[in-house]
């Protein structure tokens, strides 16, 4: 199966360490180094750094580069502007539900790199051979695309020290405004770093070569941040309530049920999708994503029933326990009349787990 699945450019860094590896999104990616709980902690009071090459990179060239991601895409290039990065959705046209959730850095006039999950790269490289298309029979620019992910290595340093370990090593990077994209000089080698991450923390997401990246991972590991793994990813962004493709968003799920209307402009014109969501807009959603925090450290799972006044209304999307709350927590999709303060029982595995629907996110620092 290992034959099989695609490898870091730092797979042999992360065997080094000692990292226990799984099979994720079709990549070997490291789980953890020594506990969920420890790396999970150690971003939440200083820096960890996590390997996230998995994620795909798809290079947007060309004077119509704008117009085909303003119509694939759901957010509003126009509220940003080179040298930043958004957030954004791509939609199936027929039942807009989010086929990925994206982050789109915008690094020159005519230059963008799209960043989708691991196993949706496919999907996006073929509805922006789409949208390329659709622009290009309208325009006469020039435009084109280019699946870049195995040409350079994701390494993101995340937690509120993490700028000022990072400073040491790389300080343009470590300087990168939240939500900010900057050219970055790794080693003599080109490359970027964006303010972006996936942990509810402050960080920095670095695109490095192929080439340099043991080096640079080796020089930030120097600078006292701490290598952690995909599960601690995982209840870090659990944590900040942050969606998980395949849980809180994918088939049957659009931007509205999550609670992700926001990255959707409807003013901005058509793109992909508009018609099917706006109608689920304009009707009202039927459930919508809220988090669930229980008592005790019981944890409930992916498709445990939600339950009120005895009758199953909704299920679990997913859940954890949290290490900074020291309760379970979960992200449930229920109906809109089931809201912060309610009371809800979980069905785990036959037995009923009390909890209470509260505020996003679980945790923070505020």
Same mark, same amino acid.
Request: glycine content about 12%; hydrophobic content about 45%; proline content about 5%.
């Given at each position: ?51 996230? %090459? ?5 290079? +947007?060239? $060309?004077?119509? &580069?704008?117009?085909? =991601?303003?119509? !694939? *895409? ?75 992910? %195995? ?5 993101? +340093?995340? $937690?509120?020290? &993490?700028?000022?370990? =990072?400073?040491? !090593? *790389? ?196």
């Amino acid at each position: 199966m290992s034959d099989q699945l695609r490898v870091s450019p730092l797979d042999a860094v992360h065997r080094a360490l000692g990292a226990r590896m799984v099979e994720f999104g079709g990549w070997d990616m490291p789980i953890q180094y020594t506990s969920v709980l420890d790396e999970h902690r150690a971003c939440r009071a200083d820096a960890a750094v996590f390997d996230v %090459s998995h994620l795909g990179s798809v290079l +947007v060239t $060309g004077d119509v &580069a704008f117009d085909v =991601l303003q119509w !694939a *895409f759901t957010n509003d290039l126009n509220r940003i502007a080179p040298g930043r990065a958004q957030y954004t959705h791509l939609l199936d046209p027929a039942d807009a539900h989010v086929v990925d959730d994206i982050i789109v850095w915008w690094i020159a006039d005519d230059e963008f790199i799209v960043m989708p999950n691991a196993s949706n790269t496919d999907r996006i490289v073929g509805a922006l051979g789409d949208a390329l298309d659709r622009t290009l029979a309208a325009s006469d620019g020039g435009g084109a695309f280019l699946d870049i992910t %195995s040409t350079r290595a994701i390494i993101a +340093v995340q $937690g509120p020290n &993490a700028r000022a370990r =990072l400073a040491t !090593a *790389f300080p343009e990077a470590a300087a990168v405004p939240r939500f900010g994209v900057t050219a970055v000089d790794y080693h003599g080698q080109p490359g970027y770093a964006a303010g972006t991450g996936y942990t509810g923390e402050d960080g920095v997401e670095l695109h490095v070569p192929v080439a340099e990246a043991p080096a640079v991972w080796d020089a930030v590991l120097a600078a006292g941040v701490v290598p952690a793994g995909l599960g601690s990813r995982d209840t870090l962004r659990l944590e900040s309530g942050l969606p998980l493709h395949g849980h809180e968003l994918g088939p049957g799920i659009t931007s509205l049920q999550a609670g992700l209307g926001w990255v959707v402009r409807f003013d901005k014109g058509d793109f992909r999708g508009r018609d099917a969501l706006a109608a689920e807009r304009d009707r009202g959603v039927a459930r919508h994503l809220v988090g669930v925090l229980t008592e005790g450290r019981q944890v409930a799972r992916a498709g445990c029933p939600v339950i009120v006044d005895g009758a199953s209304v909704g299920e679990v999307t997913s859940g954890n326990f949290s290490p900074m709350l020291e309760r379970g927590i979960a992200l449930a999709f229920v109906p809109p009349t089931v809201d912060v303060g309610a009371a809800v029982t979980i069905d785990v595995r036959g037995r009923e787990v009390p909890g209470e629907v509260v505020e996003l996110p679980f945790w923070s620092h505020a």
